[in-house]
């Protein structure tokens, strides 16, 4: 009896042994599958976090994103960080060395190009020098000049008009950076009157109330030159044109100058505005076939003697106005104002007309333009 027992006993040990034996088999098996489905998606979390780092990388970006859950705590990610951030500082300064090239490279063409540009511009004004002294010396009759167009902004050249030319070489001259040289105080009727003779408009223009004010030396040149410049675009659209002044409690004054043109368009007045903000010498290189240089020249000595400007049109009396306001840092002596009686034409036998001659000059004026 006692066999059997021991047979039974040593079957069921064998019996539970074979079990045994095949659940941690079994269990091995699940854990090594476990471990290689781990593996594999830690694998794919690296290559697909490797990808977006490529790729911020390129981009000259840093990749600051954390790893995908599978790969924390693990080995294979402290690797890749000490591998990124080995890669990123590379990067970094890879980009910032080529950054501060490229800034060097540019500096080296602007100052190439500056160069270049202040040689073209000191070679221009000494032409310009010379054509300016050469065409001083003339000076045509003053007899109206009228243009088919009536076009005030335009600022072109008649042909064979030594006003013209010379006014030409002089707006040039200031656009290139010239400036003129001081003079004596000067009353601003005399002054006006000047312009009037630079513009070639003397018989066609009539001060109206111009006040007994001096204008300092450093300012006597450029103002008239100023002045003579929108003298002469308002002589090409209107057979007559005015100056007036208007003195303020502030020591200041407004200068008016109105013709009696068609006036202009709110896109010729856009146009105009613009050519009076230009700045730079620069734009010595971009005027084109039709270069309006009076506007620009008048912006440019606007914005170095502070003065204030601005266009109407149409005008109270028709055409185009132009307002310059004329700080009190160019007056000098400003008496009590004694303003002429109406107004005062410049050339002729010095005759006295009224504001209201002029007006219906203005009117006769336009009437025959529009049947010309």
Same mark, same amino acid.
């Given at each position: 009896?006692l066999p059997?027992?021991?047979a039974f006993?040593?079957?069921?040990l ?6 045994l034996?095949?659940?941690?088999h079994?269990q091995a098996l ?6 290689e489905?781990r ?6 979390a690296?290559?697909?976090a490797?990808?977006?780092?490529a790729r911020?990388l390129?981009?000259?970006?840093q990749?600051?994103a954390?790893?995908?859950?599978q790969l ?7 690797a890749?960080y000490?591998?990124l ?5 590379a990067v970094s300064?890879?980009?910032?060395a080529?950054?501060?090239?490229a800034?060097?490279r540019v500096?080296? /063409?602007?100052?190439?190009?500056e ?6 511009v000191r070679?221009?004004r000494?032409?310009?020098a010379?054509?300016t ?6 000076r045509?009759p003053?007899t109206p000049r ?5 076009d005030?902004v335009?600022?072109?050249?008649p042909?064979q008009d030594?006003?013209?030319v010379?006014?030409?070489t002089?707006?040039?001259a200031i656009l290139?950076?010239s400036?003129f040289a001081?003079a004596?105080p000067?009353?601003l ?12 408009v003397?018989e066609?223009a ?8 001096m204008v300092h030396?450093d300012a006597?040149?450029g103002l ?8 002469d675009n308002?002589?090409?659209?209107s ?6 002044c ?12 109105d013709?009696?043109?068609p006036g ?7 146009t105009?505005?613009g050519l ?12 084109g ?6 506007l620009?020249t008048v ?6 003697f502070g /003065?204030?400007t601005d266009l /109407?049109s149409?005008a ?6 132009v307002?310059l306001t004329l700080?009190?840092t160019?007056?000098a002596?400003?008496?009590p104002?004694r303003?002429?009686?109406g ?5 002729g036998?010095g005759?006295r ?20």
């Amino acid at each position: 009896m006692l066999p059997v027992v021991a047979a039974f006993a040593l079957a069921a040990l064998a019996a539970a042994y074979h079990l045994l034996t095949r659940r941690r088999h079994k269990q091995a098996l699940q854990q090594v599958r476990a471990d290689e489905e781990r593996k594999a998606a830690q694998l794919r979390a690296a290559e697909s976090a490797l990808g977006d780092v490529a790729r911020a990388l390129v981009s000259g970006g840093q990749w600051e994103a954390e790893f995908p859950p599978q790969l924390r705590d693990t080995s294979l990610a402290t690797a890749l960080y000490r591998v990124l951030s080995g890669v990123s500082t590379a990067v970094s300064l890879g980009v910032e060395a080529a950054r501060r090239d490229a800034r060097v490279r540019v500096e080296q /063409i602007r100052t190439v190009a500056e160069r270049e540009q202040q040689e073209y511009v000191r070679s221009l004004r000494a032409c310009l020098a010379d054509l300016t002294h050469r065409a001083g010396p003339a000076r045509p009759p003053d007899t109206p000049r009228t243009h088919e167009d009536h076009d005030a902004v335009a600022g072109g050249l008649p042909t064979q008009d030594a006003v013209a030319v010379r006014l030409a070489t002089i707006n040039y001259a200031i656009l290139a950076g010239s400036r003129f040289a001081p003079a004596g105080p000067t009353s601003l009727a005399d002054l006006v009157r000047a312009s009037c003779g630079r513009a070639g408009v003397t018989e066609r223009a009539r001060l109206v109330q111009i006040p007994e004010v001096m204008v300092h030396g450093d300012a006597v040149e450029g103002l008239t030159h100023l002045l003579a410049a929108l003298l002469d675009n308002a002589g090409r659209a209107s057979t007559s044109v005015q100056v007036a002044c208007d003195a303020r409690p502030d020591s200041s004054a407004y200068l008016l100058v109105d013709d009696a043109g068609p006036g202009m368009t709110a896109d010729q007045l856009a146009t105009a505005r613009g050519l009076l903000n230009e700045t730079g010498p620069e734009m010595l290189l971009r005027l084109g076939a039709r270069p309006q240089l009076g506007l620009r020249t008048v912006g440019a000595l606007t914005r170095y003697f502070g /003065i204030g400007t601005d266009l /109407i049109s149409p005008a109270p009396w028709g055409g185009t106005r132009v307002i310059l306001t004329l700080p009190s840092t160019l007056l000098a002596h400003p008496a009590p104002a004694r303003p002429h009686e109406g107004g005062e034409a410049v050339g002729g036998s010095g005759r006295r007309g009224t504001a209201e001659d002029w007006i219906a000059g203005t009117r006769r004026a336009r009437t025959q333009e529009a049947h010309r």
